[in-house]
């Protein structure tokens, strides 16, 4: 019998076409454009979380504040306790930080975990004395002052602050209702700017200190005077005399609700 030899042939490596490589290539392209903003926006939604747990913080701070002060709400007399670099000292006890009067504040020595500063926010730190919030006015002032009171009057020189100009101090038991009332709250849109760029609850203000038009865009984490906190969109909050977002001039002062009552 005769055998027969068989021979194999190993196939030979076989390179990509530049057509399937433009394919690789073009399909990266699509899954990296589907992708990214998933991302991204996983990436905020986590610095949001982040800011609320923030002012959650601040919270506890001020209902330790008032448990120590026979439920006040924080008053130095100062008619721009309002601005963050200001209401943070009479609370900075009640919040660890690792910070003391007069040791400064800004971006380069603030903790990594600072409670005074939204992730999200990257004007703050460099800008505002390294505090992302705004502490309401309506808690250092009386109903009738607030309703008199302008945003002229909250940016003015201190020789010039009008209705703000003799601070009263606000009890916990005079607010009418503390779960729509906010205390603190984000100066910047800073986790959703409604397409535009970041803006304070004033908008992009316009000469004569008028309220800018883009001041509806985007929201805000709130905490309010009962201790809780939520992301607020700005048309969801309560008009002020001049028709802002602005929880400082909110009408009625502590007897008002900054929760919309149509929305």
Excluded at 13 to 29: G, H, K, P, Q, S
Excluded at 32 to 42: G, H, K, S, T, Y
Aim: hydrophobic content about 40%; some cysteine; charged content about 15%.
């Amino acid at each position: 019998m005769i055998r027969r030899s068989h021979s194999f042939s190993l196939p030979r490596n076989r390179a990509f076409t530049l057509l399937e490589l433009l394919v690789v290539v073009a399909i990266i392209a699509v899954l990296a454009a589907l992708l990214f903003p998933v991302f991204a926006m996983a990436k905020e939604s986590a610095r949001r979380t982040v800011c609320l747990s923030n002012v959650k913080q601040l919270g506890a701070a001020f209902l330790l504040y008032g448990a120590d002060h026979d439920d006040a709400f924080p008053n130095t007399g100062d008619p721009y306790l309002w601005v963050g670099r200001r209401w943070r000292w009479p609370i900075l006890p009640y919040v660890n930080t690792g910070h003391r009067r007069g040791a400064g504040f800004d971006s380069a020595t603030r903790p990594s975990a600072n409670p005074f500063v939204c992730p999200s926010d990257p004007i703050s730190p460099g800008q505002y004395d390294a505090t992302s919030y705004a502490y309401s006015a309506a808690f250092y002032l009386t109903p009738e002052q607030v309703d008199q009171a302008r945003i002229r009057n909250l940016v003015a020189s201190l020789s010039d602050p009008g209705p703000l100009a003799s601070p009263i101090t606000q009890f916990g038991s005079s607010v009418a209702s503390p779960s729509s009332k906010s205390l603190v709250t984000e100066w910047f849109n800073s986790h959703d700017t409604g397409g535009g760029p970041r803006v304070g609850f004033w908008g992009t203000l316009q000469p004569g200190l008028r309220p800018g038009p883009d001041r509806w865009n985007g929201g805000r984490n709130h905490l309010f005077a009962d201790g809780h906190a939520r992301w607020l969109r700005a048309s969801g909050q309560t008009p002020s005399a001049e028709d802002c977002p602005d929880i400082n001039l909110t009408p009625g002062g502590v007897l008002g609700s900054d929760l919309r009552a149509d929305r």
